[in-house]
């Protein structure tokens, strides 16, 4: 099971912390990402890290304004945005994957997500 929180209403310009918690069995093989649909769009990575490693991964339009880190003791991996703009706007899942992939039907394993809303 993978359970996201964080989510909320921000500002824009604002910053939040996604977590995400993988529970039920051992992931520790695993890569754990995020993904986001926004209002009538379609479902997009954003990004992924490693539940036992360093390897992680992030999509362009996060880059320079995200963090992607992990606690291996707890199978967390938390995701934390700053400079927040309202096309940041949508529901925010995390997901299990055993490959090093930013393609959605590679993942596995689907949490519910957590709605960020980001007003301007």
């Known amino acids: 099971q993978l359970q996201a929180s964080g989510g909320g209403l921000v500002q824009a310009g604002g910053s939040l912390r996604l977590s995400c918690t993988a529970s039920?069995?051992?992931?520790?093989?695993?890569?754990m990402g995020w993904f986001r649909r926004a209002p009538g769009k379609e479902l997009e990575f954003v990004a992924a890290?490693?539940?036992?490693?360093?390897?992680?991964w992030s999509a362009d339009f996060v880059k320079g304004r995200s963090t992607i880190s992990r606690d291996a003791a707890k199978n967390m991996v938390y995701l934390e945005m700053n400079n927040l703009k309202p096309e940041d706007t949508a529901v925010y899942y995390c997901a299990i994957t055993r490959k090093i992939t930013t393609t959605t039907r590679d993942y596995e394993y689907w949490g519910r997500g957590t709605l960020v809303t980001v007003s301007s």
């Open positions: 039920g069995r051992t992931f520790s093989t695993y890569y």
């Open positions: 890290h490693g539940l036992s490693g360093g390897i992680k």
